[in-house]
């Protein structure tokens, strides 16, 4: 049902650059803005990433945004364990008039 | 600190009824949409509902449209979502979630579980 398409998984070893596609449409990605929510297991969503590059106060640079058309990539460099997380993108839906989520990503860290 | 507590979740037979609250903490709640989010345990997220500062608009996403209705009490600082007819794939954790011009949602309440079952 999540109209945003990413990979269901991606690892890299600690150190490493690891990159999450988020893939949309003109409705979604290609008319708004992107978000991105990291996810623990057993707690909350927390918002990583807002207005496709903007991160907020207390997220390390290591975290990054960046959309082009109708998709959209959230890279972590210099990854570390404690990155091992969920994953989701998001964005407004013109079309659905509603907010739609990424299939999401898990990230291991090797 | 911004905090959202949700409560009101349990168990529901299917076709039951079931009112979801969230109170709000450490902000002016008037100033702001509102949403809730729902996750199947080990599934991804889903957009359920929003409702604009004042209560006066509101979206649905499709599968909850005509059965969920959202609404908020700005003087208990408080948001609320009426499920009713539920299903079994209704069963999920349910958050809601400070929504900011964007949009994106920048607070998030730790959840409460619906199960729907008999």
């Known amino acids: 049902q999540s109209v945003l398409t990413q990979p269901p998984s991606a690892s890299g070893t600690p150190g490493q650059r690891v990159s999450i596609s988020c893939s949309g449409s003109?409705?979604?990605?290609?008319?708004?803005?992107v978000n991105w929510f990291q996810q623990f297991p057993g707690t909350a969503p927390k918002l990583l990433i807002y207005?496709?590059?903007q991160r907020p106060s207390g997220v390390p640079d290591r975290f990054s945004g960046s959309k082009s058309g109708t998709s959209a990539s959230l890279a972590i460099s210099g990854l570390q364990s404690e990155d091992e997380a969920d994953y989701y993108c998001?964005?407004?839906?013109?079309?659905?008039?509603?907010?739609?989520f990424g299939t999401g990503t898990t990230v291991t860290v090797l | 600190d911004v905090q959202l507590v949700e409560s009101g979740g349990g168990l529901v037979q299917p076709g039951g009824s079931l009112r979801l609250s969230c109170e709000a903490f450490?902000?002016?709640?008037?100033?702001?949409?509102m949403t809730w989010v729902r996750q199947v345990p080990g599934k991804g997220l889903q957009w359920v509902a929003n409702?604009?500062?004042?209560?006066?608009?509101?979206f649905y996403g499709g599968s909850v449209r005509g059965r969920f209705t959202i609404s908020r009490d700005n003087a208990k600082n408080s948001l609320y979502l009426q499920m009713k007819s539920l299903r079994a794939e209704d069963t999920a954790v349910y958050y809601c979630?400070?929504?900011?011009?964007?949009?994106?949602?920048?607070?998030w309440g730790q959840g409460t579980l619906v199960t729907v079952s008999s």
């Open positions: 979630a400070r929504e900011v011009a964007g949009p994106h949602f920048d607070t």
């Open positions: 450490g902000f002016t709640f008037h100033d702001y949409w």
């Open positions: 409702i604009k500062e004042d209560g006066d608009e509101s």
């Open positions: 003109t409705s979604n990605i290609g008319s708004n803005t």
């Open positions: 207005s496709n590059n």
């Open positions: 998001a964005a407004w839906d013109d079309r659905l008039n509603g907010h739609v």
